[in-house]
């Protein structure tokens, strides 16, 4: 693999098998030993770009489940391909693309996954990262007392339409404060990542998170600005995957070693 590229994979080795939680269906993949991590892919689905954070976290001492609800798994991201999963996600009632304070159908099948997951693996629990139009799904999640840790990788939705939009966690009120609870007390921390001239992913949306959430909540902030160090585009968007470059030093790659780190950290300790 070229370092002009990011990190890709394939199902080879992947096992495939129907789940049903929260009144929904789908299939779900799995792989590897160890602490659980349920991986929600971004948009259009379970792309080589995702398969390849996957396979580095197995890699990296995780039992890995990936989701897939939109999309074709495997089949590589293209223009048209990605509008048409986007334009059906729009309109679907488990996704509330557009909703603000919303509760989102999608949430109680990652809960469930969660749960299942933590049921039977090692750990103090599991961790969930969501990524670009499932980057909040992944604080939702949190609301389940089996995740320790979420991370919100570029959280796009709702879509940043108007201010009320920009500054919404992504969760309903009730689960908000379900979420504060637990990190008051200890029992769920959480990484939000995004570059800095991302306007589908506001500043503003973090804020309000690091509010509620105070110590609980880190933020990683890739400089995208213009004539930045690693010539990142001011359109850089997905931090753990396509912008991920096998070189040392290069800030998305540390970002998924820190993502790494933060996952044994939570999932290894005892809960509180």
């Given at each position: 693999m070229s370092p002009a590229a990011?990190?890709?994979?394939?199902?080879?080795?992947?096992?495939?098998?129907?789940?049903?939680?929260?009144?929904?269906?789908?299939?779900?993949?799995?792989?590897?030993?160890?602490?659980?991590?349920?991986?929600?892919?971004?948009?259009?689905?379970?792309?080589?770009?995702?398969?390849?954070?996957?396979?580095?976290?197995?890699?990296?001492?995780?039992?890995?489940?990936?989701?897939?609800?939109?999309?074709?798994?495997?089949?590589?991201?293209?223009?048209?391909?990605?509008?048409r999963v986007v334009s059906r996600l729009c309109v679907s009632s488990e996704f509330r693309a557009f909703a603000t304070g919303?509760?989102?159908?999608?949430?109680?099948?990652?809960?469930?996954?969660?749960?299942?997951?933590?049921?039977r693996t090692p750990g103090s629990g599991v961790g969930v990262i969501g990524m670009c139009?499932?980057?909040?799904?992944?604080?939702?999640?949190?609301?389940?007392?089996?995740?320790?840790?979420?991370?919100?990788?570029?959280?796009?939705?709702?879509?940043?339409?108007?201010?009320?939009?920009?500054?919404?966690?992504?969760?309903?009120?009730?689960?908000?404060?379900?979420?504060?609870?637990?990190?008051?007390a200890g029992a769920v921390c959480a990484i939000g990542l995004r570059f800095s001239e991302d306007s589908v992913v506001p500043a503003a949306r973090f804020q309000a998170i690091a509010d509620r959430l105070g110590g609980a909540f880190e933020v990683i902030e890739l400089d995208s600005s213009p004539g930045n160090e690693w010539g990142f585009a001011g359109s850089a968007h997905s931090v753990l995957t396509g912008e991920v470059r096998d070189m040392p030093g290069q800030p998305a790659l540390a970002a998924r070693d820190r993502v790494v780190s933060f996952l044994h950290e939570r999932l290894a300790a005892e809960p509180s």
């Open positions: 990011a990190p890709t994979s394939t199902l080879a080795g992947w096992s495939r098998a129907p789940f049903t939680g929260g009144g929904l269906t789908y299939d779900c993949y799995e792989k590897g030993t160890g602490p659980g991590v349920v991986l929600i892919p971004e948009v259009p689905g379970i792309t080589p770009e995702v398969l390849g954070l996957a396979d580095h976290l197995v890699a990296s001492g995780f039992t890995v489940v990936v989701p897939s609800p939109f999309g074709e798994p495997g089949r590589a991201a293209t223009v048209g391909y990605t509008l919303a509760h989102r159908p999608i949430t109680d099948y990652l809960r469930a996954v969660a749960a299942d997951l933590a049921d139009f499932t980057g909040g799904f992944a604080l939702a999640a949190a609301v389940d007392d089996s995740v320790r840790a979420s991370v919100l990788s570029q959280p796009g939705v709702p879509f940043p339409v108007s201010r009320a939009h920009r500054v919404d966690p992504g969760l309903s009120a009730a689960e908000f404060d379900a979420v504060a609870a637990r990190a008051d």
